[in-house]
């Protein structure tokens, strides 16, 4: 039994009551964005180490923040080339991820990234994700660019779960790969944008890792799980396995192989 497990299963009743408290009120606020804003997109992180399991879409959010105080800060505390610079840069990357996303989906090769509204789910499907499940993230993009990162992450997750169930191995390294790359090229996107519009942005991911000869690896560390993380994990890992065990709340989800 790993340490997490056993500290979720030394927890009293009423800590669990509280966690599950916690999950239900996060579930209200995602029905409320899902029938508020049209544009929310669902993500169900795939079944990825519980300490990166949430990385990508950690990084959606921050960058959500930070576009929105870019846009606010042009003209006064930015100044107009600078910040024209910096949307062109972010537009790169998204070109990037979208790239990414059609070497692992390659029937969107001719897809136009600013048609993303087309490839979300509709209000009901939406709900139906939500109902009842607490590792469904729900995003309220603020921006035409998180639209289209938002929905460029949401095939890759779902993508790795695809593979995962019926690919073959080679097929999900390389998924995996380019997953774990995506992560990467975001994370070093925001560190170089926070530091320009002054946003304290702390990444989630250790750079590099020291070897025992005391030099530099090139190896990311993935982070380490904090207790609330546990958590929550454990709470989400339990749902998913009881969904998993029915295949009805399977195709509800509206998850690949199932029909």
């Known amino acids: 039994m790993t340490e997490e497990k056993r500290r979720w299963k030394e927890k009293t009743p009423a800590e669990i009551e509280l966690i599950k408290a916690k999950a239900q009120k996060r579930r209200e606020k995602n029905l409320r964005i899902i029938t508020e804003h049209i544009d929310s997109v669902c993500i169900i992180p ?29 003209g ?7 910040a024209r610079n910096l949307l062109e840069s972010f537009n790169d990357f998204i070109d990037h991820l979208w790239a990414n996303v059609i070497k692992t989906s390659p029937h969107l090769y001719s897809f136009n990234k600013r048609n993303w ?14 109902e009842g499940r607490n590792f469904v993230n729900v995003i309220d993009p603020r921006s035409e660019e ?6 460029a992450v949401k095939i890759l997750e779902n993508h790795i779960l695809y593979v995962r169930t019926t ?3 080679d097929k999900m390294e390389e998924t995996i790969n380019i997953y774990r790359n995506t992560i990467e090229e975001f994370d070093s996107f925001l560190i170089v944008l926070a530091k320009t519009i002054k946003f304290d942005y702390r990444s989630p991911l250790k750079k590099h890792e020291f ?4 030099q530099k690896t090139d190896r990311t560390t993935w982070p380490l799980l904090s207790e ?9 890992e339990q749902a998913e396995k009881e969904e ?9 989800m509206g998850l690949p192989g199932t029909t």
């Open 244 to 252: 998993k065990a029915d295949p009805n709340k399977r195709r509800k």
């Open 46 to 74: 795939a079944e990825k180490p519980a300490s990166a399991r949430y990385v990508l879409v950690d990084m959606i959010f921050t960058a959500d923040k930070m576009v929105s105080l870019l846009k606010r800060q042009v």
């Open 117 to 130: 509204r087309d490839l979300n789910d509709t209000i009901d499907i939406k709900l139906k994700l939500v």
């Open 167 to 169: 690919g073959s191995f």
């Open 228 to 236: 609330e993380t546990t958590e929550a994990t454990n709470s989400m």
């Open 211 to 214: 070897g025992e000869d005391g």
């Open 76 to 82: 006064f505390n930015l100044a107009f080339d600078i």
């Open 146 to 151: 998180l639209g289209q990162i938002a929905i």
